[in-house]
């Protein structure tokens, strides 16, 4: 960690490595914390740069008041209440009101939630991988994977034939997911957000750019 001056704003700043990262992402925490996550390694003066940059954006967050979250969650783009059930498993279940999570002494619900979004989200790609790999003319097998971040919402490797997805994409309307799916497999043939990736996306995924802007416009305050 290492303390910045960027105009009136002292930071403190923690630098994560991420080589995988396509670009550098920006975290700003309250009071006055900073995380990078950068796939290259910077200078400092690369680094004062990137702040200044982010000045606007870094200030609007230490200022923007925390919004209190709610007792419910969402799947698939429906809010559901939550109701805990002691039991002698770990497990949950929506019976179309609630959300019922059925939990032992010290379970850790954070993690029991975000498993069963990626059992609900795995469940949702493998139904349309194939047609979705048939839009666009795949024919080689692809590695799915999961993962609880809060980065991204899908991550595509081709030299591994691999997309991944982040568990709280279970949180959003399923056509939002396939927008999410469509993106990730034509990076296959595009690596990078050129013009010719979005031309073959709004061909196979028509009004792609709506659906992306509502995805990305969407801020669940969720418990969980």
């Known amino acids: 960690m290492k303390t910045y001056q960027i105009n009136d704003l002292y930071l403190n700043v923690y630098i994560e490595y991420k080589p995988r990262n396509r670009k550098i992402y920006l975290k700003a925490l309250k009071p006055n914390n ?5 796939p290259i390694m910077l200078t400092d003066g690369k680094i004062k740069e990137y702040l200044l ?7 609007k967050s230490f200022e923007r008041k925390e919004i ?3 007792n419910n969650i969402h799947l698939f ?11 002698n498993n770990e497990y949950v279940e929506c019976d179309g009101k609630y959300i019922i999570i059925h939990k032992l002494e010290n379970t850790d619900i954070n993690k029991l939630i975000y498993k069963y979004y990626i059992d609900c989200l795995r469940h949702f790609i493998n139904r349309y991988l194939e047609e979705a790999k048939q839009a666009l003319n795949i024919n080689k097998t692809i590695n799915v994977k999961y993962k609880n971040v809060k980065t ?7 030299k591994k034939n691999e997309i991944c997805f982040a568990a ?3 949180k959003y309307d399923p056509i939002l997911i396939k927008s999410v799916l469509y993106h990730e497999l034509s990076h296959f043939y595009f690596l990078n957000h050129q013009a010719g990736f ?12 709506y659906y992306q ?11 969980y």
């Open 34 to 38: 900073i995380i990078i996550r950068t």
């Open 168 to 170: 709280k994409l279970a």
């Open 198 to 209: 979005y031309k073959l996306l709004e061909n196979v995924f028509p009004n792609y750019k």
């Open 152 to 158: 991204y919402f899908g991550l595509c490797t081709p």
């Open 53 to 59: 940059n982010a000045y606007s954006y870094i200030k």
């Open 213 to 223: 802007h509502k995805l990305r416009s969407i801020k669940y305050n969720d418990k």
């Open 68 to 70: 209190e979250k709610t």
């Open 77 to 87: 783009g429906q809010e559901y209440e939550i109701k805990l059930i002691d039991d």
